[in-house]
């Protein structure tokens, strides 16, 4: 079974410019979380799907970054435009309904926004 | 406030050692996860637990509720093990807060 998959691994773009990351999850879960981690700080929280739905998006920065999850299988993640604090490496995650707390992750995209 | 906190930040050891990874969070939690990550690679996940404790191969995770206290546990640490030690949890939802990891090197 194919895990949790993500796309570009790494992606360089200068400021201003618009970047979508895309996550696959594991077929058949419910759940996709966005996750990030900037430089030097800890991982933390962008959003939650349930199915198409968002169920959490909490943590979502600011109005520069929009996660669409269209017929609930695969998500992406836009940021437009990027500034230079949205470096980081970009991890998505999926679950299944009922175990929650069981979550894949996905390898992560790097982006560099120079 | 939900916090998690992780330490040692970063930890050096001879190949061979016993390796002790510690993480204490805030408030209860539904569930804690022990996480790896090699350098420009992904998460792994190599412990989720509520409870007591759970083994696999080298790797020992043990949990307190009451003292809202974690710790990974690496025996006869390989330089294979060099990689960053990340605890997380859920306070009682499913979306995980992290700590900040360790940084473990082992040196052959």
């Known amino acids: 079974e194919a895990g949790v998959t993500q796309f570009p691994s790494h992606s360089v773009i200068e400021k201003g410019q618009t970047v979508t990351l895309r996550c696959d999850p594991i077929s058949g879960h419910d759940n996709l979380y966005w996750y990030r981690r900037v430089m030097g700080k800890e991982i933390k929280f962008l959003l939650h799907f349930v199915k198409e739905s968002k169920q959490d998006e909490s943590g979502m920065p600011n109005n520069r970054f929009l996660a669409e999850r269209t017929g609930g299988t695969y998500s992406t993640l836009k940021v437009q435009p990027a500034e230079l604090e949205d470096s980081g490496v970009y991890f998505c995650?999926?679950?299944?309904?009922?175990?929650?707390?069981?979550?894949?992750f996905g390898p992560g995209t790097r982006l560099t926004v120079t | 406030k939900n916090e998690v906190e992780q330490s040692p930040q970063n930890l050096t050891a001879q190949e061979g050692e016993f390796i002790t990874i510690n993480c204490s969070y805030s408030?209860?939690?539904?569930?804690l996860h022990w996480l790896q990550q090699h350098p420009g690679g992904g998460i792994v996940s190599l412990f989720m637990?509520?409870?007591g404790k759970k083994k696999h191969g080298r790797l020992i995770a043990t949990i307190n509720i009451q003292e809202k206290h974690s710790s990974l546990h690496i025996t006869a640490s390989h330089p294979r093990d060099s990689a960053v030690y990340i605890c997380?949890?859920?306070?009682?939802?499913?979306?995980?807060?992290f700590g900040t990891g360790t940084r473990l090197t082992i040196i052959p």
């Open positions: 408030v209860g939690i539904s569930a």
């Open positions: 997380a949890v859920h306070f009682g939802n499913e979306k995980l807060t």
């Open positions: 637990l509520s409870s």
């Open positions: 995650a999926s679950s299944q309904t009922g175990l929650l707390y069981e979550q894949y």
